[in-house]
């Protein structure tokens, strides 16, 4: 029995097994299973869906690099990943098994409990011991340099009393100087030794991070005491007591370090003036009949200048100040000169030292007081370092115009083009940003 069908409908058969397939109604479901295609989220896709977020990020890395770009510091070489302190003892001559046993050991056991030591070196000679030490990298060295001092003051009454001056420098990336200049004048710089210790070398050292200051061409006056063994006799005097006196009168006191925000220097009471009427006034103590009459005589005599069981230095000996024999000169245009070299310390900015050396020496040229200052530089790393670095800049932006011209003649679309040469500077700027969250510095090993 046939069905009927309405005057649209389109008779219904049974589909052959050579016919072809079967049409699909539009209100049917689709058929189950996995998509013919797939997309992956991408980044584009987040800056197309979050424009604010993409926009605050990359406004936070502009402002960043802008921030790093002022404060990164600028090196002459790289970092070497250790820091070093050089601790040197200067001391009369005396024996080498003196040396060792009493000088070298026991500044060792106190130089080997630092934190972050990884090296000790210990060179000796005529002139003293040196000690070199090697902390890892990282290592905060004016902390490093407090403590050398504390522990050098615990074991200062330990050592002997030869030892007549303590010195610390430090350094991270070289030996060499940070600035090499000499420097020449009409009223002979080469004949005053003191003038130029008061008024050159003295500020410079004050300078923060200048780790030492060598001058060469000048040599300082000597202190020559004769002594008279008739006098010495006579006048009961303590043959013994007289190197201590003159030693403890030449180098003063420690009082201390004095602590600040950029440096802690030491602190010492003056010395006896570089005059002779002042040495010949200096007491010195005499013999005692019994040893504990001695000792209370010693004590005496250190703790009160003039006291009535001590004589006078000149009663014994004959006092005397030259100038020490100069065998090195150097001149500048015909005139006799010295020779500066300008060292810093470990972590120190090179630019900045150098700048601030500079600013010293225009301040003599400008004063009256060393006359008509002649400067030659023969090397300066801060002007090294600018000049380095402003031609790595000159040299990136000349590649980045030429970048975006050829991109543009590919592209040949203005706004996709400033778009690719906005990216240039941006990523730049990230990464001085990461740099000097690093801790890391710019340097002219490029």
């Known amino acids: 029995m046939s069905q009927g069908t309405g005057p649209g409908d389109a008779p219904v058969r049974p589909a052959a097994s050579g016919d072809g397939p079967i049409a699909t109604p539009p209100d049917a479901p689709a058929p189950a299973g996995p998509p013919l295609s797939t997309r992956s989220f991408g980044l584009s896709d987040l800056a197309l869906d979050r424009p604010v977020m993409v926009g605050m990020i990359l406004l936070a890395i502009f402002v960043l ?31 080498p098994e003196l040396v060792e046993r009493e000088v070298i050991r026991p500044v060792e056991q106190q130089m080997a409990g630092l934190r972050g030591l990884q090296k000790i070196q210990v060179g000796s000679g005529g002139w003293g011991v040196r000690l070199n030490l090697e902390f890892s990298a990282g290592t905060d060295i004016a902390a490093r340099k407090a403590e050398i001092r504390e522990r050098l003051d615990r074991i200062k ?55 030492r ?25 303590d043959l013994g007591q007289i190197s201590g006196v003159l030693r403890s009168a030449r180098q003063g006191r420690s009082l201390g370090v004095l602590h600040q925000d950029e440096v802690n220097p030491g602190v010492r009471s003056p ?15 005499r013999r005692a009949a019994n040893p504990t009459a001695t000792a209370a005589s010693t004590t005496t005599a250190t703790t009160q200048p003039a006291t009535v069981n001590a004589a006078r230095l000149g009663e014994v000996a004959e006092v005397e100040i030259h100038p020490r024999e100069n065998r090195n000169f150097r001149s500048l245009d015909g005139q006799l000169g010295v020779d500066l070299e300008v060292f810093t310390d470990a972590g120190a900015s090179p630019v900045e030292v150098a700048a601030a050396v500079r600013a010293v020496i225009a301040d003599l040229q400008a004063s009256p007081r060393i006359g008509d200052l002649q400067v030659i530089v023969f090397e300066d790393q801060g002007e090294i370092i600018l000049k380095t670095l402003a031609d790595l800049r000159n040299t990136g932006i000349y590649g980045g115009l030429l970048g975006v011209l050829v991109l543009y003649l590919f592209l040949r679309r203005i706004g996709t083009t400033l778009v690719a040469a906005l990216g240039i500077p941006l990523t730049l700027l990230a990464t001085c940003g990461v740099l000097l969250m690093r801790g890391e510095e710019l340097n002219c090993i490029v």
């Open 157 to 211: 009454p330990e050592l002997p009393d030869t030892i007549s001056r303590i010195s610390l420098d430090s350094w991270g990336r070289s030996d060499g100087a940070i600035l090499e200049l000499r420097l020449a004048s009409a009223t002979g710089l080469t004949r005053n030794y003191e003038l130029l210790e008061r008024l050159i070398v003295r500020p410079i050292e004050r300078i923060p991070g200048v780790s």
């Open 213 to 237: 200051v060598e001058l060469e061409g000048a040599t300082p006056r000597e202190l020559e005491v004769a002594l008279d063994l008739e006098a010495v006799q006579r006048v009961g005097a």
């Open 65 to 95: 690099g802008v921030i790093a770009v002022a404060q990164l510091p600028l090196a002459f070489l790289p970092a070497s990943g250790t820091a070093r302190v050089a601790v040197r003892l200067d001391l009369a001559r005396t024996s």
């Open 271 to 285: 010395a006896v003036p570089a005059d002779p009427d002042a040495f010949a006034a200096l007491p010195v103590p």
